[in-house]
């Protein structure tokens, strides 16, 4: 089952617009974009509507979004003025980014690896383009570790998921992460919340951060 493409196109971008700024979930925004480590040029998968902006560090040159709905980047167009440094549009698909091999310093996930269909390509991908030392940075809905709250979101998955984007509540991030050949070099759960960092273990060396 999935929505109708009016819902994903037109309604869905608005609802997450506003749902997705709470106090909880702003406070898991600056957590993960204001790490010392999120600086240079910087890929945001799943931009939406630009709110993480407000929560990037002044180290951070410059943000590459990937965003497959039209009016969340529409209605983006304010944060990113109000940004002051460059932000543009490169994609709308994770598993195939148009960007040159290991031409970013970092790369952001909130809330977006937990409903890309083709996973196992995107982390690829994201591993592809970040420099050596560079690493994914993210935030995401994952399986709970409290068996009620796993179950609860095992029922709920099917209709949540169609509704939302195609969104998985119940997808393991730190297992698809260390099964795609990262290293979880940080990470904490928080519900159904899994936050941290992840570094592609092909990668050896530290990273230039663009303007440096």
Known sequence: MRAPRWWDEHVLPRLVDRTMSGPQVEELRAATCGRDA????VVEVGFGSGRNLAHYGPDVTGVLAVEPADLAWERALPRIAAFGRPVERVGTDAAGLDLST?????VVSTWTLCTIPALTNALAEIARVLRPGGALHFVEHTTSDHPALA??????????????GGCHLDRDI???LERAAYALTSHGRRGWFVSGSARPMAHSGHSTPTGS
Request: proline share 8%; no cysteine; net charge neutral.
């Open 151 to 164: 179950r609860a979101q095992a029922v709920v998955q099917p209709v949540w998921g169609a509704w939302a």
């Open 38 to 41: 999120v600086r240079g040029l």
């Open 102 to 106: 290991a031409s970013v310093d970092a």
């Open 174 to 176: 730190p297992g698809e």
